[in-house]
């Protein structure tokens, strides 16, 4: 039975997670993402190991891996598999072309290099996560080096993208699993997310952005109990 903070942590989410299981096939490396719609598969999954399937997990944060040991499910690093199948992860906003903002859970470039480790990248998210254009709730997460912050806020600036430190409950700053600060960028709907993606990684200093360009092969998006998947058509 689950408890009580497994709960919370995926109230909202069982029936998108129940779709993206059928996904999973014994055998399978999968990616482990962070926020609350990917714990929520993270536990199902555990449900399924718990029943005997055989699979491999790649947590994306701490957090992720400590859920994933709680459940018992199999983990290793990045470096001990070839490629991973399939990746499960959550987002803050998606488009209708399945393009991305990640990162509000602090994980984004961990979540970003697991992700292009996969030969499959599935996005779980409620439906108040879709928008009409990316950047339309106005924020986009930076992860940046702390000796650059400085230089990374003056050219972030420089870009229309009015850069907040991330702090925690206690008002000192944020600090990513990687050691560093995230700049919480403040956005308008944008235009051109590949250019602002490339202008914004030519900022010394800087290691990631939340944008998700192109990367998302399905986005399983749960209204109410309703469940639908989105799929990207590639050439």
């Keep these: 039975m689950e408890d009580d903070a497994g709960r919370a942590a995926t109230g909202g989410t069982?029936?998108?997670?129940?779709?993206?299981?059928?996904?999973?096939?014994?055998?399978?490396?999968?990616?482990?993402?962070?926020?609350?719609?990917?714990?929520?598969?993270?536990?199902?999954?555990?449900?399924?190991?718990?029943?005997?399937?055989?699979?491999?997990?790649?947590?994306?944060?701490?957090?992720?891996?400590?859920?994933?040991?709680?459940?018992?499910?199999?983990?290793?690093?990045l470096e001990q598999v070839d490629q991973i199948d399939v990746t499960f992860d959550g987002a803050d906003e998606v488009d209708a072309a399945l393009d991305l903002i990640k990162g509000y859970g602090g994980a984004l470039v961990r979540e970003k290099i697991v992700a292009a480790s996969s030969r499959r990248l599935v996005i779980l998210v409620g439906a108040e996560k879709c928008v009409p254009q990316i950047g339309s709730r106005g924020k986009l997460p930076v992860e940046v080096l702390p000796f650059g912050e400085a230089l990374c806020r003056k050219r972030l600036c420089e870009l229309d993208c009015e850069p907040v430190l991330r702090e925690t409950q206690a008002e000192a700053p944020y600090v990513t699993d990687n050691g560093n600060v995230i700049l919480d960028c403040r956005i308008a709907p944008i235009e051109d997310a590949e250019q602002l993606e490339r202008a914004i990684l030519a900022i010394p200093g800087v290691l990631g952005t939340g944008l998700f360009v192109g990367m998302a092969d399905a986005v399983i998006v749960q209204d109410g109990d309703r469940v639908e998947v989105r799929r990207r058509h590639r050439n």
Excluded: N
């Design 14 to 77: 069982e029936a998108s997670a129940q779709e993206a299981l059928s996904l999973v096939e014994p055998g399978h490396v999968l990616g482990l993402g962070t926020g609350r719609a990917a714990t929520a598969f993270v536990h199902a999954l555990g449900a399924r190991v718990a029943d005997g399937l055989e699979i491999t997990g790649v947590p994306t944060s701490e957090a992720t891996a400590a859920v994933a040991r709680e459940l018992r499910i199999p983990l290793v690093g």
